[in-house]
């Protein structure tokens, strides 16, 4: 099955720093990569996804990049604010089937 | 918005004891998930659910796990023997094909 690894576990930024989760995965057939954020106590809450076409999508502050040659793809979350704390989760999906996640990112902005 | 609901928020069990958790999806999705997730731990899969059957479960969902849609709009979770180690958070999630997850505020299992 698919196995989706995510680095760092835990980073802290300055506010107004940029900040970048990078993820992998195994299976070629995946073709979906959303990024969720977990707020604590919270559900999973997607904040931007990326399909296999598409190579970079930008939302405001928030990108995502893909290069399905190497399988990684990466969460990049500018000029950063205390808000923007979270924990931050990768997944990888094939249409129609689960999910997989990676073991999340504790993302700490320090005003 | 529609958003998918779980309910119980908080449930309570003695171990050894059979708890359900139920959950509605959005109404035109027409897959299902439950995951769990460990205090601090990442989000584990444990069963997808389409056209009224398992499609994928994990290694977690073992004997002591089954999941029904029994009347087209609720999507249950049962533990038959609650463990300790079954002590996590469950959320249910559901989608249209290829798609986000739209996920539950999930239900906080304890079991004592």
């Known amino acids: 099955g698919e196995n989706v690894e995510q680095h760092p576990s835990t980073l802290s930024v300055q506010e107004g720093d940029s900040a970048v989760i990078k993820c992998t995965y195994s299976?070629?057939?995946?073709?979906?990569f959303p990024w969720y954020k977990q707020e604590l106590g919270k559900r999973p809450q997607l904040i931007i996804d990326i399909r296999s076409n598409v190579g970079e999508k930008k939302d405001q502050r928030i990108a995502v990049t893909l290069n399905k040659t190497a399988k990684h793809f990466s969460l990049h979350i500018t000029e950063t604010q205390p808000e923007d704390s979270a924990v931050y989760f990768c997944?990888?999906?094939?249409?129609?089937?689960?999910?997989?996640f990676g073991t999340g990112t504790s993302l700490t902005v320090i005003p | 918005e529609p958003e998918v609901t779980q309910t119980p928020s908080h449930q309570v069990t003695q171990m050894g004891q059979e708890v359900i958790l139920r959950c509605v999806p959005i109404s035109n999705h027409l897959y299902f998930y439950w995951y769990r997730q460990i205090l601090g731990q990442k989000v584990e899969f444990l069963v997808s659910?389409?056209?009224?059957?398992?499609?994928?479960k994990s290694e977690i969902f073992d004997d002591q796990f089954s999941v029904e849609r029994p009347d087209g709009s609720n999507f249950t979770l049962k533990i038959r023997s609650t463990k300790l180690e079954d002590s996590a958070m469950y959320f249910c999630?559901?989608?249209?094909?290829?798609?986000?997850?739209?996920f539950g505020q999930g239900t906080r299992l304890t079991v004592v």
């Open positions: 997944a990888a999906s094939i249409p129609g089937n689960q999910f997989y």
């Open positions: 999630a559901s989608t249209v094909e290829y798609a986000e997850a739209f």
């Open positions: 299976d070629s057939a995946s073709n979906y």
């Open positions: 659910f389409y056209n009224n059957e398992i499609s994928e």
